[in-house]
């Protein structure tokens, strides 16, 4: 009898798992006391898996797209996710007593079977000790006392528990702009992702290079997926951004001896410390489909190792599954679907992701004006992008500016910290730079402060 109950029913998993998708305090519990060896199936086991995976990353209940992402391989997991997702959600009045029954009669074997050991050993005063210390743990054990969080009660583990995720959960990207790595404490958190807006030639596809180039330089891998303009001129971009020389320069093979010798020195300490980036551009323009990029990170970690960040340029030119129509209504799901896609890779893969998108027609009389900024309103009916990602700014530059080489980034959201700044930066665009680090810090920064002015 007590080898049958040592895992949980079928019927009853799908239940339990519905009730730990509608609720976080359940499923935090659940998460706690729900072992792999009480699943019947590997389907179950693979489900389970997915579920907390996501909910460690990202400390928030996934979402059955998310999980239909992360399990779209596993034909029999996503049966079981199915059920789930038609399932009602149960009591938990009706659900916790069944599991909490299991537990205890599992643990009562698990006692038996030591004491069981003892006793055999000789040892019987240590059986009798164990019998009588545990059996009243195991009668007391409730699963409820974990729903209740205890603001002082529990500080301590709280505290504890921060401490050993300290590491992670402040792995960061950094934007390579001092004022952005400033307010945002240090870049783009793993797991999430930023979205940046611009009128076209504002530098959109620039700023993205220059921060696939500032994470390599830590050391990290990057993917930029380009469809716009081609590898070629992707890679010679780049050069020209890392190298520090003109475009013109790059393109004819013009770069000095003396400086080569220290493009080779900062060569070899980016690859030295395994930091690449991998460019990514179809033949064909507009034919690059987000679900693709999906399989192409999965190639390259296969073959590299882990990738860090995911640039994409522009969001609205990738492709995506599905029937949209020709309707504005259709477009505007398309672009949603498309940014919901780029924030669950970030997810799935515990990376950064940044993408761009281009703003609507913006009258010369407005953005030639030094106080106007682009803000979540210049995307019109396409505001619903700015939804699934974690940061959003804006890219802004008067015709004035641009001749002085300066530009604004306005940040309209930030989830975790304040927004509402307009950050002033200083441009090197003839080395295809989108950021000048030494003008500005000398120009637009509080040396004394250590802060943007």
Request: charged residues 30%.
């Amino acid at each position: 009898m007590a080898e049958k109950k040592q895992t949980l029913s079928e019927n009853y998993l799908v239940e339990l798992f519905k009730a730990c998708l509608t609720s976080q305090n359940v499923l935090e519990v659940v998460n706690i006391h729900l072992q792999d060896n009480f699943l019947p199936e590997e389907s179950y086991k693979h489900l389970w898996s997915a579920i907390k995976d996501s909910f460690l990353l990202t400390n928030k209940v996934p979402s059955i797209g998310i999980l239909n992402e992360k399990l779209k391989n596993d034909s029999s997991a996503l049966k079981m996710l199915l059920d789930v997702k038609k399932c009602k959600v149960p009591e938990i009045d009706n659900i916790f007593p069944t599991f909490e029954s299991f537990i205890k009669e599992v643990r009562f074997i698990e006692l038996y079977t030591d004491i069981g050991k003892l006793w055999n050993q000789g040892k019987q005063e240590d059986a009798i000790k164990q019998l009588a210390e545990q059996s009243e743990e195991i009668n007391n054990f409730s699963l409820k006392e974990g729903l209740y969080a205890k603001v002082f009660t529990d500080f301590d583990s709280r505290n504890e528990l921060r401490k050993n995720k300290e590491q992670e959960s402040t792995v960061k990207v950094p934007f390579g702009i001092n004022a952005l790595d400033y307010y945002t404490r240090g870049g783009i958190n793993i797991g999430t992702s930023a979205l940046f807006l611009g009128r076209s030639g504002t530098g959109k596809t620039t700023l993205l290079r220059w921060i696939g180039i500032c994470a390599a330089r830590k050391g990290l891998r990057v993917i930029h997926f380009q469809i716009e303009g081609g590898e070629q001129e992707c890679l010679d971009a780049y050069d020209a951004a890392w190298v520090g020389d003109e475009l013109e320069t790059i393109e004819f093979g013009g770069i000095s001896k003396d400086k080569i010798v220290k493009v080779k020195n900062i060569q070899k300490d980016i690859v030295d410390k395994g930091g690449e980036i991998f460019v990514i551009a179809p033949a064909q323009f507009d034919s690059l489909s987000i679900d693709s990029c999906r399989d192409t990170i999965e190639e390259i970690e296969k073959t590299y190792g882990k990738v860090s960040l995911c640039l994409f340029d522009n969001l609205e030119l990738f492709t995506a599954k599905g029937k949209f129509g020709y309707s504005e209504m259709g477009e505007r799901m398309r672009r949603e679907t498309i940014a919901n896609k780029i924030t669950n890779l970030s997810v799935m893969y515990k990376m950064a992701c940044v993408a761009t998108t281009q703003a609507n027609d913006v009258r010369p009389d407005k953005f030639n004006s030094p106080d106007f900024v682009l803000t979540r309103s210049d995307i019109n009916e396409f505001k619903n992008l700015v939804k699934p990602f974690s940061f959003f700014a804006s890219i802004n530059q008067t015709n004035d500016e641009y001749d002085s080489g300066i530009c604004r980034i306005y940040i309209d959201k930030m989830r975790k910290y304040k927004s509402g700044m307009i950050l002033t930066i200083c441009q090197a665009l003839n080395t295809s730079r989108f950021y000048d680090s030494h003008k500005t810090l000398n120009t637009f920064w509080n040396a004394k402060e250590n802060k943007p002015i």
